[in-house]
Every structure is written in structure tokens, then in C-alpha cells.
């Protein structure tokens, strides 16, 4: 066996992995958080089923999701390679507790990233994959005067005799979009209850999983530096293990409140 597959075949080699993969899921998440966050917009949904659209017809943009769909199984497969291998070595439990949170959060990284993966393949299944394979998504046509910014929305139906997946075209002074309305594909999911609660629960794994997971990924790559680390704890704690997972709650939560009020 080579040096390079003894390498990423041992412990250290396994938790070098999963930093990576950690590391490029927390860009996603940042990336992914700003085109959510055009829900928030009161524009019918035109940002959003925009931005939905880039998505998943922008080549560049779709190699990077296969490799995010990729880091996710990798990055699950070897967190369950690892807390089965650290089960095995240690089958007996700590006979005292540490209650600090981030203590708690390190010692639960298996439940909080079983919670996430379930989360993911439910969140998939609900929006992407019902988005790009199957017909059950409608679509929007949006008319906006370039000049006076006035838009209209209305349902599109695409010929019966051709395959339409989305038009951007101008007739003198209008913008004509056609894309798929994902965005009332979210209005409706986020109009149930126990689905909102799903996504809210999931959010809150999300952010002790980051907690612990984000200072983690910089010690496995060996970054640890007496004047940065502090820098690498902050983001981790306000940015990734707040911030980010509460914007996200938000989202659900304030469709919820929109649909019910």
C-alpha cells in the first residue's frame, strides 16, 4: 500500500477528510444562505425562482453541486467510520459529564449529524428533486418595464409540444422572465407546521454541530495559531453556530407566520 493511501486510510488521514469536506459544506452554507435570503423580498417570488433558475442551469454552478452531493456522503460516511471506530476503542462511558455546550455539542456530533442527513434527504426530495424531475412545479411569467420598473405576474403554461424549461426575453421595453415557481413550492411547504418545526429542529442541530465542527476542521488541519485561533472561534461561534442557522430558521418560521395570520 502506498504512503499516500496509508495516509488517508488512517485516523489522522480520515479526520483530514472530513475537515475538507466541512470546510467546503460551510461555504455552501454561506452561499447558500444568500440566495434563501431573496425570500425575505416582497417581490412575488421573481428573485428567488431567478436565482432558483441559475442554479440549476448554469454549468459551472451544477459541477459544484455534484461535489457538494459528493462532500455530503463523504463527509457522512466517514463521521459514522469514525464514531464507530471511537465507540469501539472506548465502550465505556466517561463516568463524569462536562455540561459546557461545546463539550456537549463534540460528544453528539453522531446525533447531530444523523438529525442533518435525514434533514438533507427530506429537503432534497421536497425541493430539488421535485424542481429538476418531475412536472409537479409550475411556472411564473414575470413582465417588468425596464424603464418604470412596474412588474406583472402571472402563471405561465409552456406549449403541450415542446419541452420548456425557461425563457428570458425582451419585447421593446419589457423584460419577459419564464421560470419554474419554486418559490410557491416553498410557501407551501413552509405552510405546514410540521415541517417548519423539522426545519427549525434541524437549524438547532445544525448550530452545535457547527460549533464544535467549525473549530475542529482548523485543529485537523493542523492551523492552530496562538493569535488566530481566537479569530477562527469567533466566526465559528457568532457566525456559523448563530448567525448562519438562525437566518435559516427565520425563513421557515416567516412563511409560516405569512400563511396564518
Not at 415541517?195 to 457547527?210: E, P, R
Not at 472561534?233 to 435559516?248: C, H, Q, R, S
Request: charged residues 15%.
Amino acid at each position: 500500500m502506498s504512503e499516500f493511501k496509508q495516509t488517508f486510510n488512517s485516523s489522522l488521514g480520515k479526520k483530514l477528510i472530513m475537515a475538507l469536506t466541512g470546510l467546503f459544506l460551510c461555504t455552501f452554507l454561506i452561499v447558500h444562505l444568500a440566495g434563501n435570503l431573496q425570500l425575505f423580498q416582497n417581490d412575488e417570488g421573481y428573485a428567488f425562482n431567478v436565482y432558483a433558475n441559475f442554479l440549476t442551469h448554469f454549468p459551472p454552478i451544477e459541477v459544484i453541486a455534484y461535489l457538494l452531493y459528493a462532500s455530503i456522503l463523504v463527509h457522512a460516511l466517514y463521521a459514522l467510520i469514525l464514531t464507530l471506530k471511537n465507540q469501539k476503542a472506548r465502550p465505556v462511558k466517561y463516568a463524569t459529564v462536562n455540561k459546557s455546550p461545546t463539550s456537549w455539542s463534540s460528544k453528539n456530533m453522531g446525533l447531530l449529524g444523523s438529525i442533518l442527513f435525514l434533514f438533507i434527504v427530506i429537503h432534497m426530495g421536497d425541493f430539488w428533486r421535485k424542481y429538476k424531475y418531475t412536472d409537479t412545479v409550475g411556472f411564473k411569467e414575470y413582465r417588468t418595464n425596464v424603464i418604470t420598473g412596474q412588474r406583472t405576474v402571472t402563471d405561465f403554461v409552456p406549449p403541450a409540444d415542446a419541452k420548456f424549461e425557461h425563457s428570458f426575453t425582451t419585447e421593446n421595453d419589457v423584460e419577459i422572465v419564464r421560470v419554474k415557481d419554486l418559490h410557491k413550492t416553498v410557501s407551501d411547504s413552509f405552510s405546514q407546521i410540521w415541517y417548519v418545526v423539522l426545519y427549525v429542529i434541524a437549524m438547532g442541530a445544525l448550530s452545535f454541530h457547527l460549533l464544535h465542527g467549525f473549530q475542529s476542521a482548523f485543529r485537523s488541519l493542523g492551523w492552530v495559531h496562538r493569535k488566530y485561533t481566537p479569530v477562527v472561534e469567533f466566526i465559528g461561534t457568532w457566525f456559523f453556530a448563530v448567525i448562519i442557522p438562525l437566518l435559516f430558521a427565520l425563513m421557515p418560521v416567516y412563511y409560516c407566520y405569512l400563511m396564518h395570520k
